[in-house]
């Protein structure tokens, strides 16, 4: 019953390197949603997508890529990962907002644990 | 942009009820409040979702005064496996679809 599905739990890269975190959901949902979340800071977005090919920024997209070529798949790309974005990244998806039916509810995926050395 | 403001952590016993208070003073008009539990190495699951007054269903309650500036949470008669952190989420209603403002979240233990 695995709804939104984050390609690797856990990783660990080095300082530099360009990771790839993938995200795909079955639910043929328009929005897609990049979160980290770090102790004592809760949920923090960083790049959304409401449609594919667009994308708008969260509140922190420094350091960060995305892309969305196909409806069901959105990855977050970090092109040079530094040791600051060691966290547990998010991935949700929800319904595209169509009126009166109410506001939408965000399907997460599992996280991607992400260690920078 | 609504932000929301809930307890760090909360303390509870086997069979109590647990209200969690979430505020959102500047809330808009057309914002939804939205309730999600995270469990340890899973990302966070809704709960209960609601506009005004009261929403019930089999998990919790809602409960939304009228000037809807706080919301809260009622888990009742909580168990072990509660133990989780609670996330107040404001929602914008018909706005950018990225205005999704998450609390901090309220880290609840259940002890025996």
């Known amino acids: 019953d695995v709804k939104v599905t984050q390609s690797s739990r856990y990783l660990v890269k080095r300082t530099g390197e360009k990771v790839f975190l993938e995200c795909v959901q079955d639910?043929?949902?328009?929005?897609m949603f990049w979160y980290r979340q770090d102790p004592g800071l809760g949920l923090r977005l960083i790049y959304f997508?409401?449609?594919?090919?667009?994308?708008e920024k969260g509140d922190i997209p420094e350091g960060y890529s995305v892309s969305r070529e196909k409806k069901e798949r959105f990855s977050l790309i970090l092109e040079s990962a530094s040791t600051n974005q060691t966290s547990m990244y998010l991935c949700?998806?929800?319904?595209?907002?169509?009126?009166?039916?109410?506001?939408?509810?965000?399907?997460f995926g599992a996280g991607s644990r992400l260690t920078v050395l | 942009l609504a932000k929301t403001t809930q307890p760090i952590s909360m303390d509870s016993y086997e069979g109590q009820e647990v209200n969690i208070t979430c505020s959102h003073n500047n809330i808009a008009t057309n914002d939804y409040i939205t309730w999600y539990q995270q469990f340890p190495s899973q990302g966070p699951r809704f709960i209960i979702q609601g506009y005004k007054t009261k929403v019930t269903n089999e998990v919790a309650s809602l409960f939304i005064p009228a000037d809807r500036k706080s919301s809260t949470l009622s888990l009742p008669r909580v168990s072990l496996s509660d133990t989780a952190v609670y996330y107040c989420l404001v929602v914008i209603y018909g706005g950018s679809q990225g205005n999704l403002i998450f609390g901090k979240g309220t880290k609840l233990s259940v002890k025996p």
């Open positions: 997508s409401y449609d594919v090919k667009m994308k």
């Open positions: 639910m043929d949902h328009e929005n």
């Open positions: 949700a998806s929800s319904e595209l907002f169509r009126g009166s039916s109410g506001a939408n509810v965000l399907t």
